[in-house]
């Protein structure tokens, strides 16, 4: 179960990563992370570290990474990418068209399962400061 300090931490570590989305973009953020907890098994932990930049390679977590990308419209049921979808993901957090550009060429690759193209998606795309 998870408890009120748990969950107020997590909301904190999830708003300094989403500090430039609109309220209402926030907490849906924060809604889809709180349901796919619960549906994977991953764990409060996995998740404030991946914000931190430590992506935890645990099943469940992978799991989590790709139940978060069907929340927000990502990922279809079937693991088929919307590349369009994605683009515009990204581009709420990065301004620049040439580096939006760079990271899906970069990153856009389709693994054997959809969870593990969910983790190193997230992991390369992690890998761009």
Do not use: W
């Amino acid at each position: 179960m998870y408890s009120f300090r748990n969950i107020i931490s997590l909301c904190f570590v999830m708003a300094l990563g989403y500090g430039h989305l609109t309220p209402k973009q926030q907490e849906a953020k924060i809604e889809f992370q709180r349901d796919c907890l619960k549906e994977t098994g991953a764990t409060e932990e996995m998740v404030r570290n991946a914000f931190l930049g430590q992506i935890s390679d645990a099943p469940e977590f992978k799991k989590h990474l790709l139940c978060v990308k069907k929340a927000a419209g990502i990922v279809d049921d079937r693991g088929n990418y919307n590349k369009d979808a994605l683009r515009d993901t990204i581009s709420t957090y990065v301004d620049d068209t040439d580096t939006i550009n760079s990271m899906i060429e970069k990153c856009f690759k389709m693994m054997d399962s959809p969870e593990e193209t969910a983790y190193q998606m997230t992991k390369c795309f992690a890998s761009f400061k």
